[in-house]
T-cell receptor, first 111, second 113 residues
């Protein structure tokens, strides 16, 4: 069974630009979660999508947004990038209340 | 105060030692408890998954949940150098509208050969 896949592995952007990160969930999983893991801050919850709808979001500004496609894959968009957005962005998937399974993340560097 | 508190370590033990990792939490609505292991430059990998209070054992790993004390533990027996990683506790409510996990900050473990 293929795990959660994320692309790209690394992304370098300059301040003010937009970044788009992509995630493919485990086959059969309908929920996708996005987390930010900044150095020294642990995993912070960003967004949860289920069945194509945004179900919950964490304490992040609106320039963090995303969507879930009919095939349950998802993308995370970060607009007006700031230096402090540099982090590892992790995607996870699950089916209903089953445990979350994570991908290996996209490392975003903002210069 | 954070919802989930976890000692960040670092924790260094000799090979073969018993390791104890712990988290405390404040949200009494948390019902599902997980432990993840994260190697450098990798995503978190699910180790243990428990519901409500009690113990669960899987090989060298034992997870304990004490909801009355809002305290969870992970024990690693006969620790190996390959266990060297960051260990993250995570928990969630049983509500269908709050399925996201809340994580501790992680404990960095090094097992010395």
């Amino acid at each position: 069974e293929a795990g959660v896949t994320q692309s790209p592995t690394h992304l370098i952007k300059t301040r003010g630009q937009q970044a788009t990160l992509r995630c493919s969930p485990i086959s059969g999983h309908t929920s996708v979660y996005w987390y930010q893991q900044a150095l020294g801050l642990g995993l912070q919850f960003l967004l949860w999508y289920d069945e194509g709808e945004e179900r919950n979001r964490g304490n992040f500004p609106p320039r963090f947004s995303g969507r879930q496609f009919p095939n349950y894959s998802s993308e995370l968009n970060v607009n007006a990038l700031e230096l402090e957005d540099s982090a590892l962005y992790l995607c996870a998937s699950s089916l209903s209340m089953s445990p979350l399974h994570f991908g290996n993340g996209t490392r975003l560097t903002v210069t | 105060q954070k919802e989930v508190e976890q000692d960040p370590g670092p924790l260094s033990v000799p090979e073969g030692a018993i390791v104890s990792l712990n988290c405390t939490y404040s949200n009494s609505a948390f019902q599902y408890f997980m432990w993840y292991r994260q190697y450098s430059r990798k995503g978190p990998e699910l180790l243990m998954y428990t519901y409500s209070s009690g113990n669960k054992e899987d090989g060298r790993f034992t997870a304990q949940v004490d909801k009355s004390s809002k305290y969870i533990s992970l024990f690693i027996r006969d620790s190996q150098p390959s266990d060297s990683a960051t260990y993250l506790c995570a928990m969630r409510e049983s509500s269908g509208s709050a399925r996201q996990l809340t994580f501790g900050s992680g404990t960095q473990l090094t097992v010395l050969p």
